[in-house]
């Protein structure tokens, strides 16, 4: 997706933000305590939830507030039950959207993502409207100065990425969902950071956006991921830089 790695960059710089006011540990814990529900409360044996606890890691999570995630998750503490839940939708010029939610009420967050992309614009569509648009994939974003280009291939194709590509300030690193922890473990080795490591939705075609379009659209992914029950959302834009740069001022 033309434009992913600067979008993705920004998303990682407003995660710090939304991390001192605990809209993103609210998140992240969440989806430890689905995990731990769902696959049971070891990490070694339970890919999501190892997952999970990379990313609260990766956004400084106290390990006490992982510990407790897992164990309200695996029965041992009480909790909410939370259950997984996935919405479709189309935003402004048919971009098609792929909202990953998280709640303890799935008629309350249908209708207020239903809300949400009627006012912003979109409109929310049945289940499978869009799905077939995306591939899962485990995504890393690297920026260029911590590795050259031919070690870090040889390094991550040996490890079981299958695509990387080269921005002028980033590597973006495509892999299966079940390399993921595997590429992660063989970057960290070499002490490299990424700015991003996460599962994620590729879109396999995009649609251009630009202008107020463009704007409008952002706009309502923005809205999507602010709120309390979104873990995630997907869309498959292709928007010029300089249109994610304007945005990128204002978060």
């Known amino acids: 997706m033309s434009g992913h790695s600067k979008w993705a960059s920004i998303k990682h710089k407003k995660g710090a933000a939304d991390a001192k006011r605990g ?19 070891n990490s070694d044996t339970n890919p999501r939830l190892r997952t999970a606890i990379s990313r609260a890691n990766d956004a400084n999570m106290p390990k006490d507030n992982i510990e407790k995630a897992i164990k309200k998750g695996t029965g041992e503490l009480p909790g909410v039950s939370y259950e997984s839940c996935v919405f479709e939708g189309y935003g402004p010029g048919g971009i098609a959207i792929i909202v990953e939610a998280l709640t303890d009420n799935k008629n309350r967050s249908s209708a207020e993502i239903r809300n949400i992309f009627s006012k912003k614009g979109g409109n929310m569509a049945g289940a499978g409207s869009v799905a077939w648009i995306f591939t899962p994939k485990g995504y890393i974003l690297i920026e260029k100065s911590q590795i050259e280009e031919d070690e870090l291939f040889s390094l991550t194709i040996d490890a079981g990425a299958e695509d990387i590509k080269v921005g002028d300030k980033n590597y973006e690193i495509f892999c299966d969902p079940k390399d993921l922890e595997n590429i992660k473990a063989k970057i960290k080795e070499k002490d490299i950071k990424w700015e991003t490591a996460e ?13 107020a379009q463009a704007k409008q659209l952002l706009s309502l992914v923005e809205t999507l991921e602010e709120h309390d029950d979104v873990q995630k959302v997907y869309a498959n834009f292709d928007i010029p830089d300089e249109v994610l740069e304007e945005i990128a001022q204002e978060i």
């Not at 809209?23 to 409360?41: C, D, P, Q, S, Y």
């Not at 599962?199 to 202008?211: E, F, R």
Request: glycine fraction near 12%; proline fraction near 3%.
């Open 23 to 41: 809209r993103l540990f609210t998140k992240l814990i969440k989806e430890i305590t689905v995990a731990a529900k769902e696959g049971g409360g």
């Open 199 to 211: 599962l994620t939705q590729v879109p396999n075609s995009t649609i251009k956006a630009t202008g």
